[in-house]
T-cell receptor, first 115, second 118 residues
Framework: DTGVSQDPRHKITKRGQNVTFRCDPISEHNRLYWYRQTLGQGPEFLTYFQNEAQLEKSRLLSDRFSAERPKGSFSTLEIQRTEQGDSAMYLC?????????????FGDGTRLSIL | AQKVTQAQTEISVVEKEDVTLDCVYETRDTTYYLFWYKQPPSGELVFLIRRNSFDEQNEISGRYSWNFQKSTSSFNFTITASQVVDSAVYFCALSETFSGGGADGLTFGKGTHLIIQP
């Protein structure tokens, strides 16, 4: 049983660099979500996709952030010109349908550290 | 706007004690969903339960039980006869529905760090 897969698990980079994370959802899950979690806090919603369409973006998603899901399968989250405040765990989740009662299944996350 | 409050930042109990984790939510929607997730030290969020706003029946699953009270906007989680393996951060989350019937991202509380001492 393959769950949600995220790559890399850890990323350390210098301030100002660009970084890209990848998420592979559970097969045939058409909803894919990105969240950010900082230490001692719950995950905060960033954006989600229904198949390849990006349907909503949180106000947390500044212009330096961009997400794609080109073929409705895997997704990438890119952060340009990283800042210290971007240091966090970035979580990806997927769900089977767009019904609210379907649970979101989370990956292990990508921990980003900005030096 | 929706909001989830988990007032207990940290709870520490001795193994075999019962423990209740509180969750209070705010929403203007009449249709919504509530969830509990467990985040062990390894970091992965593990889904535990979901409940929709029209189903106020309590649920029991082994040592876990959930008490949903719409009148007080609460969805509390009780672990009976706690075990060391229950040690984790537990998150309560809320999902509202938009007019099309689907759901947006989850709104999480800040979590309760549960420590079960042997």
């Amino acid at each position: 049983d393959t769950g949600v897969s995220q790559d890399p698990r850890h990323k350390i980079t210098k301030r100002g660099q660009n970084v890209t994370f990848r998420c592979d959802p559970i097969s045939e899950h058409n909803r894919l979500y990105w969240y950010r979690q900082t230490l001692g806090q719950g995950p905060e919603f960033l954006t989600y996709f229904q198949n390849e369409a990006q349907l909503e973006k949180s106000r947390l998603l500044s212009d330096r952030f961009s997400a794609e899901r080109p073929k409705g399968s895997f997704s990438t989250l890119e952060i340009q010109r990283t800042e210290q405040g971007d240091s966090a765990m970035y979580l990806c989740a997927s769900s089977e349908t767009d019904r609210g009662d379907q649970p979101q299944h989370f990956g292990d996350g990508t921990r980003l550290s900005i030096l | 706007a929706q909001k989830v409050t988990q007032a207990q930042t940290e709870i520490s109990v001795v193994e075999k004690e019962d423990v209740t984790l509180d969750c209070v939510y705010e929403t203007r929607d009449t249709t919504y969903y509530l969830f509990w997730y467990k985040q062990p030290p390894s970091g992965e969020l593990v889904f535990l339960i979901r409940r929709n706003s029209f189903d106020e029946q309590n649920e029991i699953s082994g040592r876990y039980s959930w008490n949903f009270q719409k009148s007080t906007s609460s969805f509390n989680f009780t672990i009976t006869a706690s075990q060391v393996v229950d040690s984790a951060v537990y998150f309560c989350a809320l999902s509202e529905t938009f007019s099309g019937g689907g759901a947006d991202g989850l709104t999480f509380g800040k979590g309760t760090h549960l420590i079960i001492q042997p």
